[in-house]
T-cell receptor, first 115, second 114 residues
Framework: DGGITQSPKYLFRKEGQNVTLSCEQNLNHDAMYWYRQDPGQGLRLIYY???????QKGDIAEGYSVSREKKESFPLTVTSAQKNPTAFYLCASSIMYAQAQETQYFGPGTRLLVL | AQSVTQLGSHVSVSEGALVLLRCNYSSSVPPYLFWYVQYPNQGLQLLLK??????LVKGINGFEAEFKKSETSFHLTKPSAHMSDAAEYFC????????????FGKGTKLSVIP
């Protein structure tokens, strides 16, 4: 079955630690996205990638970093500079970026908690 | 800047009653509009979307939405609520033409009372 997988389902971060969230898709989509979800806040865009080896900052990129070395993979690193990392993180993909009508498909999410 | 307003962070309906979830957007150009549903601790699933053409859009699970340009609205409805409809619903908008980002509303949590 085609889809998006995210791992782990739950992740715990200690003070000063960097952690990496995995996102893999087998939909052959060019565009991938990372969102952060906080209760009552909706989804906010962290980073997006239109194509391999390219990525752009979204609305709340501070304290996060990404890479896009392979079409199917778009890992997100939450760095120690992100002072309030506790949230639900969602990865998404779409066929192309520059097609506004294209549907974004979402993974199951990773919940990040701070110890 | 594009924005989406969902009226009511929490809506409760009785099983079998009409479901109405409200969404208004700000726009000076034609929008593309989406409704997503999220069950607890899961990702988002597309219910329906409006791009061009017919303004009444039918989606999965018996939901539909009508694009009303004059009211800048895209309200989601279902004639008869089912217990399995209990979830959080998000309206989202994008405009294309240089800005392809999806902007999400803050969500409406739907409770269905037996």
């Amino acid at each position: 079955d085609g889809g998006i997988t995210q791992s782990p389902k739950y992740l715990f971060r200690k003070e000063g630690q960097n952690v990496t969230l995995s996102c893999e898709q087998n939909l052959n989509h060019d565009a991938m996205y990372w969102y952060r979800q906080d209760p009552g806040q909706g989804l906010r865009l962290i980073y997006y990638s239109q194509i391999v080896n390219d990525f752009q900052k979204g609305d709340i990129a501070e304290g996060y970093s990404v890479s896009r070395e392979k079409k199917e993979s778009f890992p997100l690193t939450v760095t120690s500079a992100q002072k309030n990392p506790t949230a639900f993180y969602l990865c998404a993909s779409s066929i192309m970026y520059a097609q506004a009508q294209e549907t974004q498909y979402f993974g199951p999410g990773t919940r990040l908690l701070v110890l | 800047a594009q924005s989406v307003t969902q009226l009511g962070s929490h809506v409760s309906v009785s099983e079998g009653a009409l479901v109405l979830l409200r969404c208004n957007y700000s726009s000076s150009v034609p929008p593309y509009l989406f409704w997503y549903v999220q069950y607890p601790n899961q990702g988002l699933q597309l219910l329906l979307k409006y791009t061009t053409g017919a303004t009444l859009v039918k989606g999965i699970n018996g939901f539909e939405a009508e694009f009303k340009k004059s009211e800048t609205s895209f309200h989601l409805t279902k004639p008869s609520a089912h217990m399995s409809d209990a979830a959080e619903y998000f309206c989202a908008v994008t405009y294309g033409a240089g800005s392809y980002q999806l902007t999400f509303g803050k969500g409406t949590k739907l409770s269905v009372i037996p």
